[in-house]
């Protein structure tokens, strides 16, 4: 079996032909490092506001590779930890507007779905937000009044019993609801916007690796790859947690991976022992989440808890690791005791950019000659949609509502240089955190009290 379609269920479980390799040099209006949802998005965005532009996708393996081919496919209106958060962190005004425009991305993406005819089983869903313990409580209320506070009405308080009707068990104390979300097959999606793209005649390159990006007397740029060098006006790079090795982006930006494990088809009467008729996507409220949902072929995928940061960057040998797909299976027998009948299938990871304010990050290196856009966190299927639309703005427009928005408007927070340094801050941050997920009873551990000050 190819490499590439090993890297997950969803890349190994329909069939995909990569499209045609770079054949010698070539120009272009722009071209596009990366062919996840990021690139992709922003070549058809531009390509649909400028139809005359000459785009070209150029992208190492195939196009969802990277982590848009192995999320759990919760497309989710979250920018920030949440919009407590992120009201915290960009004020009430930006907050909202954030908020709103991923309202709008979330629909745009359904709907950009159905015309194109891309069969990436979307679920218009919602998304459950659950507690566990006392201290995840707060965190829900928070979320609730936060939003109530921006006069948004789409976070709905659930009791026990009300989420209790949603989802069978009893770790489960309370939750908010919040309809605009989709649950997807990612890689179909990232399939579906690289076909998208082809029909509006912007060339994407699969199996072409740029082994350098550079600018030509601040005139022009260069990609070049093994099969040759596309020479154009100007670039995006588009390549998220894989830019760890581009200096200006690493001042600001780390890797972390993140774990999924999906268990064997469930029966109805399965099905029935947990009561998720709904069948919405499901995240709790500890500081390192547990995502977890349905697929179209009625498994459970279950997510998140460990995050290591990999101070090396992605690296395909983390790409499966049974410590970390133990630790998950753990936290699911622990939440749904009654399916102990109900096999762990397989499990697999990939990388995620992060930022050490959890927003993504839009901006302009080299002049005017390339920009970039990255870094959401462990939350890019829906944000990726409005970065594809603030990317084109910035490229055609230089400014708009959008760039106003924080991915453009928000300085990244820098991260200390050496990497021992960072090893220390993001390794042992990391560790107190998952520590106190863990053992709730530890919320009184002091530096853990002041992390999660800062983080919540
Ligand atoms: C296990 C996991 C679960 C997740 N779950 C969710 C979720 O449920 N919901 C959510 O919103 N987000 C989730 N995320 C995050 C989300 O998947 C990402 O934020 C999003 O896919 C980022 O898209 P991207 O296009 O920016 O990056 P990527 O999808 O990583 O794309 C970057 C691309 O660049 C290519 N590339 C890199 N270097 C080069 C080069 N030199 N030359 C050519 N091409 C190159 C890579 O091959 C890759 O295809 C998850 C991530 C992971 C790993």
Not at 131 to 139: G, L, Y
Not at 230 to 249: F, K, M, Q
Request: net charge negative; charged share 25%.
């Amino acid at each position: 079996m190819a490499d590439w379609k090993t890297r997950s269920f969803w890349l190994e479980h329909k069939d995909y032909r990569p499209g045609p390799q770079l054949d010698g040099d070539r120009h272009a209006d722009i071209v596009i490092v990366g062919g996840g949802y990021t690139g992709l998005w922003s070549a058809i965005l531009l390509k649909e506001a400028e139809p005359s532009l000459d785009i070209v996708v150029l992208e190492q393996k195939v196009v969802g590779f990277g982590a848009s081919g192995r999320n759990g496919g919760f497309a989710m209106t979250m920018v920030a930890r949440n919009i407590h958060d992120l009201i915290r962190k960009v004020g009430h005004k930006q907050a909202r507007n954030t908020h709103l425009a991923m309202v709008d991305s979330i629909l745009a993406i359904e709907k950009f779905a159905a015309d194109e005819g891309i069969e990436a089983d979307i679920w218009h869903s919602g998304n459950l937000t659950v507690s566990n313990n006392p201290e995840q409580d707060i965190r829900i209320r928070q979320d609730v009044e936060a939003a109530q506070r921006l006069g948004l009405d789409d976070f709905t308080f659930l009791d026990r019993d009300e989420v209790q009707a949603r989802v069978h068990s009893d770790k489960l104390r309370m939750g908010h609801f919040e309809p605009h979300a989709l649950i997807l097959d990612p890689a179909a999606l990232a399939r579906g916007l690289g076909e998208a793209a082809r029909r509006r005649g912007v060339a994407v390159f699969e199996l072409t690796p740029v082994d350098e990006i550079k600018t030509v007397n601040q005139q022009r740029v260069e990609a070049r790859t093994p099969f040759g060098t596309v020479h154009a006006d100007r670039a995006i790079v588009a390549t998220n947690a894989y830019s760890h090795n581009i200096p200006e982006l690493r001042k600001f930006i780390f890797t972390i991976y993140a774990y999924i494990t999906l268990t064997e088809p469930l029966t109805e009467e399965q099905w029935g022992r947990i009561g998720w008729s709904d069948r919405c996507g499901v995240e709790d409220k500890r500081v390192l989440v547990h995502f977890h949902r349905p697929t179209a072929d009625g498994r459970i995928l279950w997510g998140g808890r460990d995050a290591p940061f990999m101070p090396g960057g992605p690296n395909p040998k983390h790409d499966r690791n049974p410590y970390y797909f133990a630790r998950l299976e753990e936290t699911f027998r622990w939440t749904f005791p009654q399916l102990d009948d109900v096999k762990i299938d397989r499990g697999w990871a990939g990388p995620v950019c992060g930022t050490v304010d959890s927003i993504a990050s839009a901006g302009w290196l080299a002049g005017e000659r390339i920009l970039y856009a990255l870094g959401y966190a462990g939350h890019g299927v829906g944000p990726s949609q409005l970065m594809g639309r603030t990317v084109r703005d910035l490229m055609l427009y230089g400014e708009s509502e959008l760039t106003e928005l924080p991915f453009v408007s928000k300085k990244a927070v820098p991260l200390p240089p050496g990497n021992a340094l960072r090893r220390l801050m993001l390794d042992q941050s990391q560790r107190i955190l998952l520590d106190m997920d863990d053992h709730p009873e530890k919320a009184g551990h002091p530096l853990g009290k002041l992390l999660l000050k800062l983080l919540q």
